[in-house]
Nanobody, 124 residues
Framework: QVQLVESGGGLVQAGGSLRLSCVASGRTFSSYTMGWFRQGPGKDREFVAGISRSGSNMEYADSVKGRFTISRDTPKNTLYLQMNSLKPEDTAAYYC?????????????????WGQGTQVTVSS
């Protein structure tokens, strides 16, 4: 199995940027398709972005396309989410997740392993 630890969350003004990191330990990082999800207060967990094992295929939620970029650094066992032009509606706890499926999935239950989450708060 794999253990995931997120970091990089915080408080930022609208229009600002943050970069989230997720460090993986345990089994080989390159064996997993990775995803970022978020969950706001009283809301369901929703897909934000995903990246395939090789890093060649990325998927994004429509709400973040053009603003967020997912990437992975295999030698560092680290997943990133660069978030630009942040909006108050991006406020949520952000989670990274790992799955052994071939392509990124928008469905949370497809992912087998989850981090503890990092809070992102965007003020207006």
């Amino acid at each position: 199995q794999v253990q995931l630890v997120e970091s990089g969350g915080g408080l930022v003004q609208a229009g600002g940027s943050l970069r989230l990191s997720c460090v993986a330990s345990g089994r080989t990082f390159s064996s997993y398709t990775m995803g970022w999800f978020r969950q706001g207060p009283g809301k369901d967990r929703e897909f934000v972005a995903g990246i395939s094992r090789s890093g060649s295929n990325m998927e994004y939620a429509d709400s973040v396309k053009g603003r967020f970029t997912i990437s992975r650094d295999t030698p560092k066992n680290t997943l990133y989410l660069q978030m630009n032009s942040l909006k108050p509606e991006d406020t949520a706890a952000y989670y990274c997740a790992a799955s052994q499926v071939f392509r990124p999935s928008l469905i949370p239950r497809i992912y087998d392993y989850w981090g503890q989450g990092t809070q992102v708060t965007v003020s207006s």
